[in-house]
């Protein structure tokens, strides 16, 4: 289970659209007041349902201000299926700056030549120093330079600092594929690109927090899981730890505001995360930046709608369990993306499971199901305790079904292999998009020496 703290509540009620303008923010560093720029609003970059998957990936590019060195440069490999169709590709860069960089960068894959990209998309927004430096944010499709399979990317000439210290720092590069594949279960993708500073000392509604951002999807009437990757760029741990919290929430009807105070930080309903290995953005790419990605396993509930994010500087609930300690994280949030995986029909209807022993040595199970639907076979396990995790694939029974069938059949199979003692059997079931289900599980005692007698078993 992944480490989460949350409650369950009312939503924030809606406000429609984000701080526009400009503010005025006390320069911290010179002593002087300058005007703050808004973030720039995520907007929908890719939003599709079908059998898509998108990989979002990157790496630092400020250097080693420990040695002095400046790279500008990183490499990203990318492992595609071979199969794959590429349906959009993104090349991000940022960093701080009193300028976007002049030429743009250059992009090799995997080792050939260079190909300068100029941005088709610049965004800044003045942060909190240093001699007129804004927060910096550029990307350009290179959606014909991404290829199917594994390969390097890489990305030098960046140049929004040309040293690893100072005012002017490079943070980092990173590519966003989205792909169609014929072997992916159906889903909603949805990709929002945009650029969120959040910083310590800012005040509501400015921050220190990041904006609330949300991406909205279709309902449906059963419970989907939802998979999730954010590019966050920025987070400087040279000084100190940098403690930061990372909350979404999930519902219909109205979603929290944009520049809600305190947005979904300990709201009702709100979930926070904590990685068990401290908090979730500490330049774990190199520093300046973060690749953060959830597995599949979060619940959207059925009738759901939207899907809410929220970077917190500081860890204010203490869901890392370090005590909120170090100073309040400031960076950038670059990219999020979901893969809402669709509610799929069960892939087998089972109507009994048995086992029975034979002679000495050998065990029948026996199956039958009522239907199948996209159905690809079955897996049994086996273990001496019950525990599934500790138990053994011992045997893959196809579907005689050919992909499904209204009608069902019968299924048998001998295990030849158990010794005496009590051993735990499950059945699971794989349907041909690769998803699976324990069906049911059920225990038979073996004795030592061969007698007829009745199975005990427990469901």
Known sequence: MLPYKGSSGTHLRKVLGFIVGAISIYNLFSGTAVSVKADVPFEVYFQDYGQFD????????????????????????LDLPDTAVIQKAQLIWTGRSNQFDPDGVQLQVDGGSMTQIAATKQEEQYPWCCNGAAQRHESADVTSYIQPG????????????????????????????????????????????????????WTPPRGPHSQVSC??????????????????????????????????????????????????IGQPGAIGYAPVDGYPFQSYTQLEWDNFSIPSGLVIPA?????CFQIESGDSMDLAGLGNIGTPASGMWEL????????????????DFSVERVSVGQVDLRWETAAEVDHFGFNLYRGQTDNFAEAELIHFEPSLTAGGSPFGTVYHYSDTAVTDGRWWYWLESVDTFGQEVVEDTLTVTVPKFYQHYLPFVIR
């Open 303 to 307: 009738g759901a709608t939207w899907i």
């Open 150 to 201: 594994t390969h390097t990317y890489r990305i030098s000439d960046h140049e929004h600092g040309m040293a690893p210290t100072g005012d002017y720092l490079n943070y980092g590069v990173g590519i966003l594929v989205v792909y169609e594949d014929a072997s992916l279960s159906p889903a909603e993708v949805i990709i929002h690109e945009g650029q969120d500073s959040f910083f310590r000392l």
């Open 215 to 264: 991406a909205d999807f279709s309902p449906d009437t059963e419970d989907r899981t939802v998979e999730m990757t954010h590019l966050v760029s920025g987070v400087d741990t040279i000084v100190d730890i940098r403690s930061n919290a990372f909350w979404y929430m999930t519902g219909s009807g109205s979603k929290p505001a944009a520049d809600s105070v305190p947005g979904l």
């Open 54 to 77: 998108f990989v979002a990936l990157g790496v630092g590019t400020r250097g080693n201000p420990g040695s002095g060195e400046w790279t500008g440069a990183g490499s990203i490999v």
């Open 336 to 351: 999020f993306g979901v893969r809402i995986a669709a509610a799929l029909p069960a892939a087998v209807s089972l109507t």
